[in-house]
Nanobody, 127 residues
């Protein structure tokens, strides 16, 4: 099994950029699709972006398309989420999650499908 650990959150102003990373220990990283979720106060945890095992497929929620980019480096067991043109509504705790699969290009969007979760990192965007 893998243990995701997030890093890179912080406080930025509207329109600025921020990158959050997910590093994993243990397990075979290439066996997992990786998803980023976020949870704002009083709201449900939602899917933000995901990358397949191979890195060949990515998926984004509509609200971040064109602003966020997810990428993975299987040699370093890391996934990066580059967030540009940030908005106050992007403020949330961001979680990295791993889904074990034999499918090279499958990216689940449902949080219930993900097996392993990190502790989260806070991203705050001020107006």
């Amino acid at each position: 099994q893998v243990q995701p650990v997030e890093s890179g959150g912080g406080l930025v102003q509207s329109g600025e950029s921020l990158s959050v990373s997910c590093a994993t220990s243990r397990g075979t990283f290439v066996m997992y699709a990786i998803g980023w979720f976020r949870q704002a106060p009083g709201k449900a945890r939602e899917f933000v972006a995901g990358v397949s095992r191979s890195g060949g497929s990515t998926d984004y929620v509509d609200s971040v398309k064109g602003r966020f980019t997810i990428s993975r480096d299987n040699a370093k067991n890391t996934v990066n989420l580059q967030m540009n043109s940030l908005k106050p509504e992007d403020t949330a705790v961001y979680y990295c999650a791993a889904y074990s699969t034999f499918l090279s290009d499958y990216i689940p969007r449902s949080r219930s499908q993900y097996n392993y979760w990190g502790q989260g990192t806070q991203v705050t965007v001020t107006s």
